[in-house]
């Protein structure tokens, strides 16, 4: 028998970040497929379309019309899923029935005026004005009270849930912090305990060495796919540099964000040869008023796409009741990304 | 300002079987969409298809034919995520970079040999037959040295990423109990420990003073939306019974389950009109040799549907980022469950 091989044999792998195992089983690609294939409507798109409620001058469901706007355009997000003004309160029964309000703010970033954009299409100066609105964004929704946590976060694609394809992000701001930023401060802040150093600029070290999962640097960033990937061409953005939040960013290191993230989606595009639909975001220190010297910044890409431009990776069965699952390596994802370079 | 009220304020709820919180949006069902609408076949399906590779006599990728049955038919997964013979191993870099070899076994379950059925159009005598397999492969697998968790669960309808629309369920066993399970293990044993009582039948005590949750009920079962539900209509069911796994049921439990699956999965089917995807699974004690007397077997129910055939809820940026979220309250659903027996 050989010996054990990552490359073949189906195996676990520990995220470091979240703390959780994933399955990974390199041997199953080529199980046959039956199943459902996306519908990826042709991207033909007026470059302006009086029926979208994010392009400027239209009307919205609310009644209120978005002004002219020429570069970005934020507004509360008229169907929020977070509201500020919830009467604070619990509802208890026995220690199983637990339930407590949640205050926050929801809102829409439109990344461009242009209907028929995605980040992809933009220059990199454009994109930077969009890494400036998430740096305020953050900074004034951080700075109330009742907010601890900012999630900032773009859904692409109608296989991901946009209900719109003007190109827009969200930020969901609330008083708790999530499930899944909060097993990172568990993680992060465990590691900076026992080292004194950021586990991310650790991590990185290491990739740097190994080389194999890395797919795009910059002077101030990597974008690679991480060891312990889920989905099958999901990346990371990380800093080299050691900061919490998108505020610590001066402006060299926001173009050059603005440029890795122009890039990436690039090699995304070329992959399947589409527009390539994901969901994104980053995971940052959270605004409870503490220090949070254990958080180093990061943007996650989540894409479902498998093995083409209409078959994704079903989170389903397997995956929802037992354990994240995936087909093909992470270092083979890598390879493939920036074979298209 | 109102007092706090958990049907209409946004609001967190504890999931006390896994111990994390998800998001609930009550106000939000009103959001307009101009997203994607889910393609559901129309389901027009032969009793026997000469291309499906799991109708009875037809042949496998792997080239063997299946046999002439006629209940059910279980096989090895000719792709299965999972293998018996990996070399033992580990992958170590550092302290984060970890990996380790994982052994198991993928099994296939068809229900029924006509293609044409799912569970709910099959008798209440043929779906406990499919219990029957379900206790034999549990039996069967978990008593392998190496297999110490035996994952049970049904993909159904393309949306799901079924491969294919013939009857049928799987079954991962594997060395390691998966996240999912793993965190049930630790609620329910913290639980035990403090009360030595299982925690589900404690909650099934307050949900059945509460009534508005629950959903069906037999002599030994209740089928119910869990008060911290993720997807819009997801249920679970629970047996009134303490025990741990489907070794332990009864032929009167069987039969009682097999109807209760019947049950729940025609109400199903009648909310939107439609053959209802889902995946659905069962969680029961380890088969790790260990006592598991904290194990409260039960049977979770996760259907994506939202607003219609076509309308499906989509965990995307902020539930992949952050956390679950959803816009309807479980006693809602529960309701409109009802309202169709
Ligand atoms: O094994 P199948 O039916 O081919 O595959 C389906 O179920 C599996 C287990 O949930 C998933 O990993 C796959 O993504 C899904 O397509
Ligand atoms: O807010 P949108 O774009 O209407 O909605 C989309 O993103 C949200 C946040 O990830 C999800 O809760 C919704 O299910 C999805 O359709």
């Known amino acids: 028998m050989n010996a054990f091989d990552l490359t073949e044999h189906p195996h676990r792998r520990f995220n470091a970040l979240t703390g959780e195992w994933i399955l990974v089983s390199p041997h199953r690609s080529k199980r046959p497929w039956q199943g459902q294939q996306e519908d990826i409507p042709k991207e033909e798109r007026p470059q302006y379309d009086p029926k979208c409620y994010l392009c400027p001058g239209n009307v919205r469901a609310n009644g209120e019309y978005n002004p002219p706007y020429t570069q970005t355009f934020v507004f509360d997000n008229d169907f929020g899923a977070l509201q500020a003004n919830v009467p604070l309160g619990d509802f208890r029964k026995g220690e199983l029935l637990k339930a407590e309000a949640e205050r926050g703010i929801c809102r829409v970033i439109c990344f461009s005026p242009r209907h028929d954009l995605t980040l992809t299409d933009m220059e990199v100066g454009e994109i930077k004005k969009v890494v400036d609105v ?35 992000g969200q930020i969901w701001a609330q008083s708790t912090v999530p499930v899944e930023p909060a097993k990172e401060t568990v993680q992060q802040l465990a590691y900076y305990k026992a080292h004194g150093r950021s586990l991310l600029a650790d991590y990185l070290v290491l990739e740097q060495e190994e080389k194999q999962r890395i797919v795009l640097e910059t002077d101030a960033f990597v ?38 993230i122009k890039a990436l989606s690039t090699l995304y595009d070329k992959l399947f040869g589409v527009s390539f639909p994901y969901s994104a975001g980053m995971h940052q220190s959270p605004t409870d008023g503490q220090e949070h010297p254990e958080w180093h910044f990061h943007m996650h890409f989540y894409p479902p796409l498998l093995r083409s431009a209409t078959v994704k990776k079903f989170m389903v069965g397997y995956e929802m009741l037992g354990n994240p699952q995936r087909d093909i390596t992470a270092e083979w994802a890598a390879e493939r990304l920036r074979s298209l370079k």
């Open 134 to 168: 998430w740096q305020r964004e953050y900074q004034e929704l951080g700075a109330l009270d009742f907010i601890n946590y900012v999630q900032i976060f773009e859904n692409k694609g109608t296989v991901m849930g946009s209900s719109n394809p003007h190109p827009h």
């Open 223 to 260: 974008a690679l796919v991480p060891f312990w990937a889920v989905w099958p061409f999901e990346t990371i953005i990380i800093p080299k540099r050691h900061f919490g939040n998108i505020l610590e960013m001066n402006e060299a290191e926001k173009n050059d964000f603005a440029a890795i």
